[in-house]
């Protein structure tokens, strides 16, 4: 028996002086080192089960931290496996357990009573204050980690990893209105807005093409089944839908209505058929080949802002909250110019208002500024605050064939994303790069500016060069 463990384990009991610097020592060493209280001086069998338990939590902490600096994708992966997740949660609540019993058999090693009585107060309050911090962060972190795996399981898809083509990952995001009228009329959900994302897959850099709602004449490829049934295109004389100021937004719609049959895929995901359809769309053209969909829900959308916390947003001139045709002295709500701060409500309406002069074509410029203003505020520290929250909104708000098993490459290549900024590509009239004229496009020519926008030939070198 070491000389330590003779007077904890055997005291003076009648020295309150040393009873209470032995309470204060055990309750000290009971944080610091679970177990080991009661190694010292109680159950020595309970404490090295305890600081077993311990030693083993203080391993896997500094394993992952290593391997977070070392390898961040493989961590990334391993900590968003459902089964680690679920093993992860098992251990936390045992540990919140083990916590919990251990501090209440290290206040009854204590021996409160027998402490000098000006203490006794402060040596219970302190135990349990300390026994409820860290045994009930040990519950919430088993919380989160059950609300992370099933947010996962309903955001994500199971599948295999998929390799980047041309060395780019391309993925079609739409942003779709799940408005009560269309779904009770059997219409489903229809695409409100559609961008291509194209991420060089070492760098991360990322260019997004923004695809107007009345972009006319849409080819398919030819691997499309709906190339088939629109063989010259989808355009006004062709299909049911399409009209002079909306066209490509009602593939979503012809899709989920007439042609959800030919993607047999979209009910084993769970999002609507037409979804594909887009899919199929942005591929004919842009020429790009079109590896995965995210489908964000704009009411969900607003959930999401709100949970955040609401979003900054320097506002580039005065916008109305009204429909397109609105008179000026009619308008209900403004959004002033200058930096404001939006709620989910105000800052999914400036995002999607079509009020001003060029419609669509703002509203797209004004999409770009909320996605790269949300990207720019969400870091780990607010998230984690509102994590609850934000995990109910994220399940409604997306969707997405991303499968798990690429989340950690996708989350360290999102790191990169974010530190470099994004390039923004309109094919609109007023695109000065590549003005298009959304009813009768040139995409032969439009595709041929993409792949030189993407893949820039490499800086030549002369010989004579120094």
């Not at 995990?391 to 997405?400: C, E, Q, R, Y």
């Amino acid at each position: 028996m070491t000389s330590l463990e003779q007077p904890l384990r055997y005291p003076d009991l009648a020295s309150p002086t040393f009873m209470t610097r032995r309470a204060w020592w055990l309750v000290v060493v009971n944080v610091l080192f679970p177990g080991a209280a009661q190694v010292l001086a109680g159950n020595r069998r309970l404490g090295r089960f305890g600081m077993g338990a311990t030693l083993t939590a203080w391993a896997i902490v500094v394993l992952a931290l290593l391997l977070g600096v070392l390898w961040r994708p493989a961590l990334i992966s391993i900590v968003t496996f459902g089964p680690v997740l679920f093993l992860g949660q098992v251990l936390l609540v045992g540990y919140a357990v083990l916590w919990l019993v251990l501090t209440l058999d290290t206040l009854r090693l204590v021996r409160v009573i027998k402490t000098a009585p000006r203490a006794r107060a402060w040596i219970a309050v302190s135990a349990t204050v300390l026994m409820v911090f860290f045994s009930g962060t040990a519950a919430y972190a088993a919380f989160l980690t059950g609300g992370v795996n099933s947010a996962i399981s309903q955001i994500f898809t199971p599948g295999p990893s998929v390799e980047p083509i041309d060395g780019r990952y391309n993925f079609l995001v739409i942003g779709t209105d799940s408005d009560p009228q269309r779904e009770a009329e059997n219409m489903g959900m229809r695409s409100d807005t559609t961008q291509v994302i194209s991420v060089d897959a070492s760098t991360g850099a990322a260019t997004i093409i923004g695809l107007p709602r009345d972009l006319h004449d849409i080819p398919f490829p030819a691997a499309s089944p709906l190339a088939s049934v629109y063989p010259d295109g989808y355009t006004e004389s062709a299909a049911e839908y399409c009209v002079e100021s909306a066209c490509l937004n009602t593939i979503m719609t012809d899709v989920n209505m007439n042609y959800a049959d030919l993607y047999p895929q979209a009910a084993v995901d769970g999002v609507p058929a037409g979804v594909f359809g887009m899919m199929d769309a942005a591929s004919g053209v842009t020429g790009l080949p079109i590896q995965f969909y995210v489908v964000i829900d704009m009411p969900a959308l607003v959930t999401l802002i709100d949970a955040l916390g609401g979003v900054d947003i320097v506002v580039p001139e005065r916008t109305a909250i009204a429909e397109p045709g609105t008179a000026e002295e009619d308008v209900p709500e403004w959004i002033e110019s200058g930096p404001q701060h939006l709620d989910g409500y105000h800052a999914v309406m400036f995002a999607r208002t079509r009020w001003s002069g060029t419609g669509d074509y703002d509203r797209m410029v004004r999409q770009q500024l909320l996605q790269e203003s949300l990207l720019a505020q969400v870091n780990p520290g607010n998230v984690l605050a509102k994590f609850q929250d934000i995990a109910v909104a994220g399940t409604s708000l997306l969707k997405t064939n991303v499968p798990q098993t690429m989340l950690g490459y996708f989350v360290d290549l999102g790191v990169k994303t974010k530190s470099q900024p994004l390039t923004h590509i309109a094919l609109t009239p007023f695109d000065p790069s590549w003005p298009v004229d959304p009813l009768a496009p040139d995409y032969p020519g439009l595709q041929s500016y993409l792949q030189s926008a993407l893949f820039p030939p490499a800086p030549s070198t002369s010989p004579d060069a120094g």
